[in-house]
């Protein structure tokens, strides 16, 4: 299992969003250049960046076991080769209704229609292929610096967390507002009625990239320097690999509470 305390921990929860975006940023050349003219991009002080965050945020971002049938990463419809958005442009009617005309809409396939107790149902639109978003992906590359994310600005600089309900960030919190929907969204990841509390129990009980290919340079590193995952083993010494420190908690100073993190086997 993983160690992933740290992300049940109401402290640190909604932490992912910014972790998975500022790994994200690092992995353009674009951003490279982005970052270099913006500067550093903005912290809320409720959820700073930790090279742990960043870590785990770049593992999470290629994990297909995000969705409910691990068949779609963050990265599925936001590819860094592509400018941090999706190449794939599958047409949907535009408000013609109709398929094939000059009003057409471009989205991308998500996952298939599933229900409530994750088992595929036959969509109206898609039978039993992929859904299609509505919308088509932007890109991810600039997402650090802004101050509220989608296409019409829904996900605002207060984060409310989907669990407690509490606002965990005043403002400055575009990130973790925008992470926060991809998961539970029938269309992208998730099958009907998804729970944050069911994400939380998946990821704790799944092994880091299992399911992954044709990952980053560096996330192949890190595996190969760790090829038994080991990683989710809470380590003696202060020496993380980034696929361990993505499996660790991510406060030193809240140690993991009474389960000890144990390598699934
Ligand atoms: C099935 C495809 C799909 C998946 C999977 C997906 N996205 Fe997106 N993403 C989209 C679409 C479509 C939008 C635009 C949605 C809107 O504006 O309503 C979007 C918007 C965004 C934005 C906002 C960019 C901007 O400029 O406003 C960010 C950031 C982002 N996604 C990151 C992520 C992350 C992180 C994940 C994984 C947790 C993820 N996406 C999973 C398709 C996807």
Known sequence: MWAFQWFVSPAARWAISRKILF????????????????????????????????????????????SSDNTV??????????????ARFVALPG??????????????????????????EPDPQHAFAPQV?????????????????FWDGRAGTTFVDPQSGA???ATGGALESQVVGPPVSSVEMAHAG????????????????????????DLVAALAADPTASTARPAASNSLSPIRAATRPIHA?????????TVRS
């Open 167 to 169: 606002v965990s960030i």
């Open 95 to 120: 408000p013609d209704g109709i398929a094939g005309t000059s009003d057409d809409m471009f989205g991308s396939p998500g996952v298939i229609r599933a229900d409530a107790k994750n088992a595929y």
């Open 73 to 86: 990463a963050c990265g599925t419809c936001h590819r860094p080769a592509r400018g941090g958005a999706d």
């Open 253 to 261: 100073a809240t140690p993991p509470a009474a389960s000890p993190a």
């Open 194 to 217: 998804r729970a944050w509390n069911e994400i939380v129990a998946k990821i704790e009980q799944s092994r880091p990239l299992v399911l992954a290919t044709a990952l980053p340079p």
């Open 23 to 66: 790994a994200a940023v690092a992995v353009g050349v674009t951003a490279t250049a982005a970052r270099a003219q913006l500067g550093p991009p903005p912290q809320p002080a409720e959820n700073p960046v930790t090279p742990a965050k960043v870590a785990l945020g770049k593992a999470l971002f290629w994990d297909e076991q995000l």
């Open 133 to 149: 978003t509505g919308r088509n992906s932007p890109s991810f590359l600039h997402a650090a610096w802004a101050d509220s994310l």
